[in-house]
T-cell receptor, first 116, second 116 residues
């Protein structure tokens, strides 16, 4: 079974609008961490935001925020006021307590295209 | 401000040839990782090294070997390249995880490897 599921292979968003990228996960651990990475067309992986399973507040980093619903096992990324530079692939990843070595499991990604 | 450096950036091999991908980080991180990314997919862990002197298999280790040469360097070797190993290879590093750490993995820019 997939541990990280990103159901939206691709999305269009109008510049200056907000977009929500879905991520659901599967774990039996009580303690885990969720990460979002951005991969622009140039190929590098850029860390965006982190949510810990015990964090009471949803994480925010500038225009990025995480809608964390623990009971539903979802950690959706919200990008507000989209910019043309936000066009990229976005990956959700999870680290479980049981996973030695700080390993991450990645979802399949969502491609976002921002339209001017 | 190098971070994680991978060499080479591009390589074309013939089936059966061998090759070593090099990775070095200058952030004094304990843990290092090798991933592969196939077209339109997320990253899959090949091998990782939780700390200097240790290496462990990830999700897709077959056909690969690794060496943690020292704290800074972690190399990935293809002994007999196959077309199925055509992919983009990413090296990453992170601090040793303590508790529910928010330490992200930092990625190199990737190596695009084509095997004919």
């Amino acid at each position: 079974a997939q541990k990280i599921t990103q159901t939206q292979p691709g999305m269009f968003v109008q510049e200056k609008e907000a977009v929500t990228l879905d991520c659901t996960y599967d774990t039996s651990d009580q303690s885990y961490g969720l990460f979002w990475y951005k991969q622009p067309s140039s190929g590098e992986m850029i860390f965006l935001i982190y949510q810990g399973s015990y964090d009471e507040q949803n994480a925010t980093e500038g225009r990025y925020s995480l809608n964390f619903q623990k009971a539903r096992k979802s950690a959706n990324l919200v990008i507000s006021a989209s910019q043309l530079g936000d066009s990229a692939m976005y990956f959700c990843a999870m680290r479980e307590v049981k996973a030695a070595g700080n390993k991450l499991t990645f979802g399949g990604g969502t491609r976002v295209l921002v339209k001017p | 401000n190098a971070g994680v450096t991978q060499t080479p950036k591009f390589q074309v091999l013939k089936t059966g040839q061998s090759m070593t991908l090099q990775c070095a980080q200058d952030m004094n991180h304990n843990s290092m990782y090798w991933y592969r990314q196939d077209p339109g997919m997320g990253l899959r862990l090949i091998y990782y090294s939780a700390s200097e002197g240790t290496t462990d298999k990830g999700e897709v280790p077959n056909g690969y070997n690794v060496s943690r040469l020292n704290k800074r360097e972690f190399s990935l070797r293809l002994e007999s390249a196959a077309p199925s190993q055509t992919s983009v290879y990413f090296c990453a590093s992170s601090r040793r995880r303590t508790g529910d750490s928010n330490q992200p993995q930092h990625f190199g820019d990737g190596t695009r490897l084509s095997i004919l």
